[in-house]
């Protein structure tokens, strides 16, 4: 019975956020050939946010939302991979990006790279 209870309890205690940590919703945006999914996303304003980014197209991209990043606070160990408000993917890369959202607003996403987002590849980010 005491071993039943003791892998309870670690078992229970290893699905709980440590002390002091904020828990996450995990949101995952795919890139691929000239287009995001999804094309919106909503989130709300002091939620934080774990974005996983995957580029499953043959080529480079990245998803670009310079106002979004510059109204939300990022993980101290994400900021590195934010450059210029924008998360770059190589094909077949993936990154985690924790955001907290503190302002509310439209914000435009889009792929910089040559003609991407005329071919699709654009969509917003709503913070209620």
């Not at 989130?43 to 310079?66: C, E, I, M, R």
């Not at 998360?87 to 003609?115: I, K, N, Y």
């Amino acid at each position: 019975m005491f071993k039943f209870k003791t892998a309870f309890v670690l078992a229970l205690t290893a699905a709980l956020p440590a002390h002091g940590a904020v828990a996450q919703t995990p949101i995952s945006i795919t890139l691929s050939n000239y287009s995001f999914s999804p094309t919106a996303i909503q989130l709300q304003a002091g939620t934080t946010y774990t974005l996983h980014f995957v580029n499953n197209g043959s080529k480079d991209h990245n998803f670009s939302a310079p106002e979004f990043f510059a109204a939300a606070q990022i993980a101290p160990a994400d900021v590195s991979k934010i450059e210029k408000g924008l998360v770059d993917l190589g094909s077949g890369q993936s990154v985690d990006v924790t955001v907290t959202p503190v302002r509310a607003g439209s914000f435009a996403v889009e792929c910089t790279h040559f003609m991407h987002k005329m071919m699709g590849m654009h969509g917003v980010i709503t913070v209620q």
